[in-house]
T-cell receptor
């Protein structure tokens, strides 16, 4: 099983739609979870951390299920500017670095 | 505030030539430093990380090496590039405590021809 797995997509949605991305991770001892966003040919940037109780930042909601080793990201009221690749991120076994999933591509159209 | 710079932004190198990518962080001390690579159509791969001067951990065996001559300086090198070394190289830093958010530099696009 890969350390971090994501559905690559692409997800093609109209403006205003709600879209959800899922991610699974293999290291049951992981303690740190994040979603990063990467625009084409740019560096990844932090979108939000993921907390055990779930957390929300505007239109974005992140959930963590430790029992199933599963992370999700929900985007409500999609904007054209949300088009990007979303990377699921988990800390490595040693806790010294972050491991990135391959990303899920989102394309929002008008 | 903290900033991270890496250079060069783009380079085209022939097979067998050497490589040196440099990264510096400003506004923080004793950061964790990282080199990642993103090959075409693939995810981010952790190459090296460093928790202090002269301390380098390699995640993937390859013909690349890393060095940390100063607290906030991280260098990625190769003596002889391979075609498979082409990709997007990203330097990143985080605070010392493990599991913290990491912040990336703008990346270096390497094409080996």
């Amino acid at each position: 099983r890969k350390e971090v797995e994501q559905d690559p997509g692409p997800f093609n949605v109209p403006e205003g739609a709600t879209v959800a991305f899922n991610c699974t991770y293999s290291n049951s001892a992981s303690q740190s979870f994040f979603w990063y966003r990467q625009d084409c040919r740019k560096e990844p940037k932090l979108l939000m951390s993921v907390y055990s109780s779930g957390n929300e930042d505007g239109r974005f909601t992140a959930q963590l299920n430790r029992a199933s080793q599963y992370i999700s990201l929900l985007i409500r009221d999609s904007k054209l500017s949300d088009s990007a690749t979303y990377l699921c991120v988990v800390n490595n076994q040693a806790g010294t670095a972050l491991i990135f999933g391959k990303g899920t591509t989102l394309s929002v159209s008008s | 505030s903290q900033t991270i710079h890496q250079w060069p932004a783009t380079l085209v190198q022939p097979v067998g030539s050497p490589l040196s990518l440099e990264c510096t962080v400003e506004g923080t001390s004793n950061p964790n430093l990282y080199w990642y690579r993103q090959a075409a159509g693939r995810g981010l791969q952790l190459l090296f990380y460093s928790v202090g001067i002269g301390q380098i951990s390699s995640e993937v065996p390859q013909n690349l090496s890393a060095s940390r001559p100063q607290d906030r300086q991280f260098i990625l090198s190769s003596k002889k590039l391979l075609l498979s070394d082409s990709g997007f190289y990203l330097c990143a830093w985080s605070k010392t405590v493990s599991g913290n958010t990491i912040y990336f530099g703008e990346g270096s696009w390497l094409t080996v021809v």
